[in-house]
Nanobody, 123 residues
């Protein structure tokens, strides 16, 4: 089970951090991905992190602005959104892929999903 939180109504330029806590069995190695979906658009990959190595991979649209990290002791993954823009407005989802060897970018690769947290950015 995944529980994402940390969204809300935010001003452009802000730097909130979303978190995603996992519960239950996750295995010793997995990948956690972050996706977002804006109204009327398809769900898109934002970035991901491998639980074992901590290596990350980001979509070009957020590279350099967003940062993903993890705390394995807390079974929690974080997504820090820096320099928010109105176009970052979306529902943000965390998702778990039992394959911990590579960060995959397609939603279908992830079996477990959190409920999503809304991020609304106002200019």
């Amino acid at each position: 089970q995944l529980q994402a939180c940390g969204g809300g109504f935010l001003l452009a330029g802000g730097s909130p951090t979303l978190s995603c806590a996992t519960s239950g069995r996750t295995g010793s190695s997995y990948t956690m991905g972050w996706f977002r979906q804006a109204p009327g658009k398809e769900r898109e990959f934002v970035g991901g992190i491998r639980s074992s190595s901590g290596s990350t991979y980001y979509a070009d649209s957020v590279k350099g602005r967003f940062t993903i990290s993890r705390d394995n002791a807390k079974n929690t993954v974080y997504l820090q959104l820096n320099s928010l823009k109105p176009e970052d407005t979306a529902v943000y989802y965390c998702a778990l892929d039992a394959n911990g060897f590579v960060v995959r970018t397609t939603p279908g690769s992830y079996r477990y999903w959190g409920q999503g947290t809304q991020v609304t950015v106002s200019s």
